[in-house]
């Protein structure tokens, strides 16, 4: 089955700092989604591209879809405490554009 | 904004007893899923849902598993005899259908089986 490698694992940063990962894959998605999940709730939809080479902003996030459709990189700007939580890349590609493959996580600390 | 909504938020169970996972998914949305998380690990695939058939399934969705929308609203997953590995949260999904459609996800139900 398809495989998305998420990195890094996890990241403790300083408030106010920018925060970038990243999802790479063996195979080729037809669309990327990041999400976020708070503890004991479930994934929210940060940003979603849909074509290669695309590069979506949603407010301090900015999120890109690589020209080989194998990779997508999230950027967090000035980095907030409530922007703590678990990140997922998702990857939906041949015919089934809503079995997503998930990355493992990043896991992101953010110290006041 | 609609949402998906799952109930119930945690359901403790005894291996070999059935289960029934409940969602409303958002009201104009078409298609609908199942996806579940085993403790610390990522999220996966279980089953999609249109048309009021399956129409993709993983592995894991054995034929102790089933999916049903019962009426207009709830779409249900029902695990039929549980086992101390179906332990995970659940959560429940939907979308328009089509490749700029992204998945809205509910909350989801931890189950415990003991």
């Known amino acids: 089955g398809q495989q998305l490698n998420q990195s890094p694992q996890s990241m403790f940063i300083q408030e106010g700092e920018d925060v970038s990962m990243n999802c790479t894959s063996s195979?080729?998605?037809?669309?990327w989604l990041w999400y976020k999940q708070d503890p004991g709730e479930g994934p929210v939809l940060l940003i979603a591209?849909?074509?290669?080479?695309e590069l979506t902003s949603n407010g301090r996030l900015t999120a890109q879809f690589g020209i080989t459709r194998k990779d997508s990189f999230l950027n967090i700007s000035a980095s907030i405490p409530s922007d703590v939580g678990i990140y997922f890349c998702?990857?939906?590609?041949?015919?089934?554009?809503?079995?997503?493959?998930f990355g493992q996580g990043t896991i992101l600390t953010v110290h006041p | 904004e609609p949402e998906v909504t799952q109930t119930p938020s945690h359901q403790v169970t005894q291996m070999g007893q059935e289960v029934i996972l409940r969602c409303v998914p958002i009201?104009?949305?078409?298609?609908f899923y199942w996806y579940r998380q085993i403790l610390g690990q990522k999220v996966e695939f279980l089953v999609s849902?249109?048309?009021?058939?399956?129409?993709?399934k993983s592995e894991i969705f054995d034929d102790q598993f089933s999916v049903e929308r019962p009426d207009g609203s709830n779409f249900t997953l029902k695990i039929r005899s549980t086992k101390l590995e179906d332990s995970a949260m659940y959560f429940c999904?939907?979308?328009?259908?089509?490749?700029?459609?992204?998945?809205?996800f509910g909350n989801g139900t931890r189950l415990t089986v003991t």
């Open positions: 999904a939907s979308s328009l259908g089509g490749w700029d459609s992204p998945l809205h």
């Open positions: 195979s080729i998605f037809n669309t």
């Open positions: 591209l849909y074509k290669a080479g």
């Open positions: 998702a990857g939906a590609g041949g015919t089934s554009y809503g079995k997503l493959t």
């Open positions: 009201s104009n949305h078409l298609y």
């Open positions: 849902f249109y048309n009021n058939e399956i129409s993709e």
